[in-house]
Antibody
Framework: EMQVVESGGGLVQPGGSLTLSCAAS????????MSWVRQAPGKGLEWVAN????????YYVDSVKGRFTISRDNAKDSLYLQMNSLRAEDTAVYYC?????????WGQGTLVTVSS | EVVMTQSPATLSVSPGEGATLSCRAS??????LAWYQQKPGQAPRLLIY???TRTTGIPARFSGSGSGTEFTLTISSLQSEDFAVYYC??????????FGQGTKVEIK
């Protein structure tokens, strides 16, 4: 069964940092683009970033450029999102998902709360 | 950036009835459109990609159509498990990949 599982969320103060992880299984991780999508409480979906199979192409939504870094370790079947200079508006459930355009499957998400 | 606009925001439907959800792109996106279903407390689930291709395991009562700027998700006969929020997503002109704001399908 194809699966992705996120971890690393939590409560962080404004200006702080957090790193999210996503463990993939049930498919050949190194053959797929991977994406992060977030959802603020009670709001819709927002694409955050994606990364090509070998990490040579990376894209971000404008609101996180210069603050977030997406990366991957194909030897560990893992995806990461390093988040720095966090703001209240970054508060959301962060989903890891397989793919570049349409994405599937999605993980269950990990909640990041930015608050003092 | 391609802006995706979904209508209506909320659709009230009785079980067994059909439902039609609309999604409009601010510019042509060919057929590069996906639909997702999200239930409360759950992650989104892919229903349809490339505007009309159902993903594995999705019942035939879900169908997608359209191209260019106008798209439709049709649910032919709503079952209890279909009451949820539905999002469209374009992946033709990116970055950024963009989503619509969602349509909530609720029990009438």
């Amino acid at each position: 069964e194809m699966q992705v599982v996120e971890s690393g969320g939590g409560l962080v103060q404004p200006g702080g940092s957090l790193t999210l992880s996503c463990a993939a299984s049930g498919f050949t991780f190194s053959s797929y683009w991977m994406s992060w999508v977030r959802q603020a409480p009670g709001k819709g979906l927002e694409w955050v970033a994606n990364i090509e199979q070998d990490g040579s192409e990376i894209y971000y939504v404008d609101s996180v450029k210069g603050r977030f870094t997406i990366s991957r370790d194909n030897a560990k079947d893992s995806l990461y999102l390093q988040m720095n200079s966090l703001r209240a508006e970054d508060t959301a459930v962060y989903y890891c998902a397989r793919g570049q355009g349409w994405v599937d499957p999605w993980g269950q998400g990990t909640l990041v709360t930015v608050s003092s | 950036e391609v802006v995706m606009t979904q209508s209506p925001a909320t659709l009230s439907v009785s079980p067994g009835e059909g439902a039609t959800l609309s999604c409009r792109a601010s510019q042509s996106i060919s057929s590069n459109l996906a639909w997702y279903q999200q239930k409360p407390g759950q992650a989104p689930r892919l229903l349809i990609y490339d505007a009309s291709t159902r993903t594995t395991g999705i019942p035939a009562r879900f169908s997608g159509s359209g191209s260019g700027t106008e798209f439709t998700l049709t649910i032919s006969s709503l079952q209890s498990e279909d009451f949820a929020v539905y999002y469209c997503q374009q992946y033709n002109n990116w970055p950024p990949v963009t989503f619509g704001q969602g349509t909530k399908v609720e029990i009438k």
